[in-house]
């Protein structure tokens, strides 16, 4: 009796053994990596004329934030062409209440490791073809932000399984001795917001006045305190735009003031106004050079922008006063404005590192 009771024993412990071996090994990888478990609702990408795509202008414009000491948002991004039906033929549900019914999702993931730091989860409604607002979803045991530190990173968006978009980015972190500094050291969004520009077009008076865009933030450790860690700083700018290497038209700080200043070749900065920790999106109309009246700034309009090859040189003077100097070329081929490549989303084969813009606007690359 006692042989077979010994024998018993030894046979209820060796499976528990192994199970425990196995939690143990699954708890280790916990702490590698915060992978999140992808929906069992599989999407018809079928649905939708493309692949989604996060757009860029809401990546860029304040959609992802950092706070200087490392809490990263992702609250205000927006997405297009989203699947509007799942294999099964239902309707695509985007605003689930369980975290494991949520088929919207971005891991933030190291590029060094590959190891996933964290997930944000999120809900649409209504889903709309193009400009779906991604609403950063707070239901049980979903991160409200993720902590990270200096490094290279990189978002990964999922709807249901597939992995449809990413956004690379860099974290830098400046430090300081002052000992009377809220923060010893900061740390700061970098990537995408230096490489892209873009304009659109504003309906005025009948005519369409191009509207460029360009991006800034402040990345000073002149922090005012812990409450309150996105101080304003003086940041200027100007820009110069050219065809076929003549000069068309500008904006600059004299076009401010005198009207008469339209006239001329730009020469002056431009404040850029308040400037914080995050980066927004400061736009600004052209005015064109040379004006044929002194008195009334004229506008570059659509209708000024014949064939030929374009620049756009944005000098900008950040917190630190340090001056830079970028170009964005384009071009305008059969009265059209012949797309970037990586926005051309018949010529890049990629969909994860398409610029989605929409048809209005046209974004241009750093050369």
């Given at each position: 009796?006692?042989?077979?009771?010994?024998?018993?024993?030894?046979?209820?412990?060796?499976?528990?053994?192994?199970?425990?071996?196995?939690?143990?090994?699954?708890?280790?990888?916990?702490?590698?990596?915060?992978?999140?478990?992808?929906?069992?609702?599989?999407?018809?990408f079928s649905s939708t004329p493309y692949m989604p795509a996060i757009t860029m202008e809401s990546l860029l414009s304040g959609g992802i934030h950092l706070t200087?000491?490392?809490?990263?948002?992702?609250?205000?991004?927006?997405?297009?062409?989203?699947?509007?039906?799942?294999?099964?033929?239902?309707?695509?549900?985007?605003?689930?209440?369980?975290?494991?019914?949520?088929?919207?999702?971005?891991?933030?993931?190291?590029?060094?490791?590959?190891?996933?730091?964290?997930?944000?989860?999120?809900?649409?409604?209504?889903?709309?073809?193009?400009?779906?607002?991604?609403?950063?979803?707070?239901?049980?045991?979903?991160?409200?932000?993720?902590?990270?530190?200096?490094?290279?990173?990189?978002?990964?968006?999922?709807?249901?399984?597939?992995?449809?978009?990413?956004?690379?980015?860099?974290?830098?972190?400046?430090?300081?001795?002052?000992?009377?500094?809220?923060?010893?050291?900061?740390?700061?969004?970098?990537?995408?917001?230096?490489?892209?520009?873009?304009?659109?077009?504003?309906?005025?008076?009948?005519?369409?006045?191009?509207?460029?865009?360009?991006?800034?933030?402040?990345?000073?450790?002149?922090?005012?305190?812990?409450?309150?860690?996105?101080?304003?700083?003086?940041?200027?700018?100007?820009?110069?735009?050219?065809?076929?290497?003549?000069?068309?038209?500008?904006?600059?700080?004299?076009?401010?003031?005198?009207?008469?200043?339209?006239?001329?070749?730009?020469?002056?900065?431009?404040?850029?106004?308040?400037?914080?920790t995050k980066w927004i999106n400061t736009s600004v109309q052209v005015t064109k050079i040379p004006g044929t009246n002194p008195d009334v700034w004229q506008q570059l309009r659509r209708s000024d922008f014949t064939d030929g090859k374009y620049e756009?040189?944005?000098?900008?003077?950040?917190?630190?006063?340090?001056?830079?100097?970028?170009?964005?070329?384009?071009?305008?081929?059969?009265?059209?404005?012949?797309?970037?490549?990586?926005?051309?989303?018949?010529?890049?084969?990629?969909?994860?590192?398409?610029?989605?813009?929409?048809?209005?606007?046209?974004?241009?690359?750093?050369?």
């Amino acid at each position: 009796m006692y042989k077979l009771n010994w024998i018993l024993l030894c046979l209820i412990l060796i499976p528990f053994s192994n199970g425990s071996a196995q939690i143990g090994s699954k708890l280790k990888n916990a702490f590698k990596s915060k992978k999140s478990k992808a929906s069992k609702v599989e999407l018809d990408f079928s649905s939708t004329p493309y692949m989604p795509a996060i757009t860029m202008e809401s990546l860029l414009s304040g959609g992802i934030h950092l706070t200087v000491d490392g809490k990263l948002t992702t609250k205000g991004l927006s997405v297009a062409f989203l699947p509007t039906k799942t294999k099964k033929g239902e309707k695509a549900n985007y605003d689930a209440f369980k975290k494991e019914d949520l088929l919207l999702r971005a891991e933030v993931v190291d590029r060094l490791s590959k190891n996933v730091l964290g997930t944000f989860h999120y809900s649409v409604n209504p889903v709309l073809k193009i400009g779906s607002v991604m609403n950063q979803k707070q239901v049980q045991e979903t991160d409200d932000f993720i902590q990270i530190t200096a490094g290279d990173f990189q978002l990964d968006f999922y709807a249901g399984s597939t992995h449809y978009y990413t956004f690379p980015f860099e974290v830098i972190k400046k430090t300081t001795d002052d000992a009377y500094a809220a923060f010893s050291e900061c740390l700061f969004l970098k990537g995408p917001w230096e490489e892209w520009n873009y304009f659109d077009f504003t309906d005025y008076n009948d005519h369409q006045n191009i509207v460029w865009h360009h991006f800034m933030d402040n990345t000073t450790t002149n922090i005012e305190n812990e409450f309150r860690v996105e101080k304003n700083c003086d940041y200027k700018f100007k820009y110069e735009l050219r065809k076929d290497g003549k000069i068309i038209g500008a904006y600059d700080s004299r076009m401010q003031g005198s009207k008469k200043g339209s006239i001329n070749l730009p020469k002056d900065y431009n404040s850029g106004g308040s400037t914080r920790t995050k980066w927004i999106n400061t736009s600004v109309q052209v005015t064109k050079i040379p004006g044929t009246n002194p008195d009334v700034w004229q506008q570059l309009r659509r209708s000024d922008f014949t064939d030929g090859k374009y620049e756009m040189i944005v000098y900008t003077i950040d917190c630190t006063n340090q001056e830079k100097k970028r170009s964005f070329p384009f071009q305008v081929s059969g009265g059209k404005f012949v797309l970037h490549q990586q926005q051309n989303r018949k010529a890049h084969q990629d969909h994860t590192s398409i610029v989605e813009g929409g048809p209005g606007q046209f974004w241009y690359r750093k050369q």
